[in-house]
């Protein structure tokens, strides 16, 4: 079945990594893929806007059981799944604030209150994994879709440099997983390329 898929991915898009991680966890390999690029554009080419983003998987049972039947348990992988998007919103407040902001527009007042924002969400996310116990995933002891999701964003914060007394918890979760087969063959091509990255939260 793996051999009928085609992945159009970016190196270093949290969104594709998604994919690619939950693809190795459903045991799916031998897929075809296509790299594109960022820089020229390619993910915006009229072959990748033909396909259907809303396709669904029909591999429950095969390979990691990424959304488990519990009710109370779904509830929080979802729950997690969710406020990945805050984490990462943050995030980028901080280490793309130039990117995102016009020069002109930019204040350091506002840059303060976004930092103040993204440690206030970090000792959140660090609170769930104290709260969960040692070598605990995101949503408990299993691996799940949540962990597929927020991987690749927390994966950022080293990646950015991110002290890691601002997030202990974080990190001690992001070093139990990065050698995760499924997570370790699908690095980044690029972040071994270069694997120092960029300071964007060095001060945060």
């Not at 809303?54 to 992988?77: H, M, N, W, Y």
């Not at 990462?88 to 995102?100: C, I």
């Not at 104290?130 to 799940?144: P, R, V």
């Amino acid at each position: 079945m793996a051999q009928n898929m085609m992945l159009y991915w970016g190196s270093g898009s949290p969104p594709c990594w998604r994919v690619i991680i939950a693809l190795e966890e459903k045991m799916l390999q031998g897929y075809k893929h296509k790299l594109l690029s960022f820089d020229k554009n390619e993910h915006k080419c009229e072959e990748v806007k033909a396909l259907n983003p809303r396709a669904q998987s029909a591999f429950k049972s095969q390979g990691t059981r990424l959304i488990p039947d519990d009710p109370t348990e779904q509830a929080l992988v979802y729950q997690r799944m969710f406020e990945t998007n805050n984490l990462q919103q943050k995030m980028y407040d901080v280490a793309f604030y130039d990117y995102y902001v016009p020069e002109g527009e930019r204040h350091e007042s506002a840059l303060k209150r976004n930092k103040e924002n993204l440690i206030a969400e970090l000792k959140l996310w660090d609170g769930y994994l104290e709260k969960m116990g040692k070598g605990s995933y995101l949503a408990g002891k299993n691996f799940t879709m949540a962990d597929v999701v927020c991987f690749p964003i927390i994966a950022l914060f080293p990646r950015l440099h991110c002290p890691p007394e601002r997030c202990p918890r974080l990190m001690e979760y992001y070093e139990m997983l990065k050698d995760r087969p499924s997570i370790k063959a699908n690095w980044p091509p690029h972040w071994l390329e270069n694997p120092e990255g960029q300071d964007k939260l060095k001060n945060l």
